[in-house]
C-alpha cells in the first residue's frame, strides 16, 4: 500500500479530505512553505495561495506539478527530491483548504481566476 501511495504524480493525484493528512500537510507547510508564502498562506516574497487566481493553475494537479518541480526562476525550490510523493498531496491539499481565508495583509491577487470544481470545495 505505501508503495502504490508513492506513486502518485501530477498526472494522478487527487484531493484528499482526511483531517490527519490535512494536519499533515499544514504542518509540512508551516515548515517548509510559510518563509515564502506566509503562516497563513497570504504571501510575502511567494503568492498569496487564499485567494482564487493562480500563476501557475489553482487544479490541485497543477499545484502539486509546482510543489514537485517548483518554480526556479522565481526562486521556488523543487521539492521532489525532500518530499515523498504522499507529502506533495497532502500539502497540496492543504494549500487548496486555504482558499477563502482571507488572512491579515494577504499579498494581492496574481495570475487567473480558477474556479473549483463543487466536489472539492464540498470536502472542504
Not at 26 to 48: D, E, I, L, W
Not at 57 to 65: S, T
Request: proline share 6%.
Amino acid at each position: 500500500m505505501a508503495t502504490s501511495a508513492n506513486n502518485v504524480d501530477e498526472t494522478n493525484v487527487t484531493f484528499v479530505a482526511e483531517a490527519s493528512r490535512i494536519e499533515n500537510g499544514q504542518t509540512m507547510f508551516v515548515q517548509k512553505c510559510s518563509p515564502c508564502h506566509g503562516q497563513a498562506g497570504g504571501g510575502t516574497v511567494g503568492p498569496n495561495l487564499t485567494d482564487t487566481y493562480w500563476i501557475h493553475g489553482g487544479d490541485i494537479k497543477d499545484i502539486f506539478r509546482v510543489i514537485k518541480n517548483g518554480v526556479p526562476n522565481k526562486g521556488m525550490i523543487p521539492w521532489k527530491s525532500q518530499l515523498t510523493p504522499v507529502e506533495m498531496q497532502d500539502i497540496a491539499s492543504y494549500i487548496i483548504t486555504l482558499e477563502g481565508t482571507n488572512p491579515p495583509n494577504a499579498k494581492e491577487p496574481q495570475g487567473e481566476e480558477y474556479i473549483r470544481e463543487e466536489e472539492t470545495v464540498a470536502m472542504k
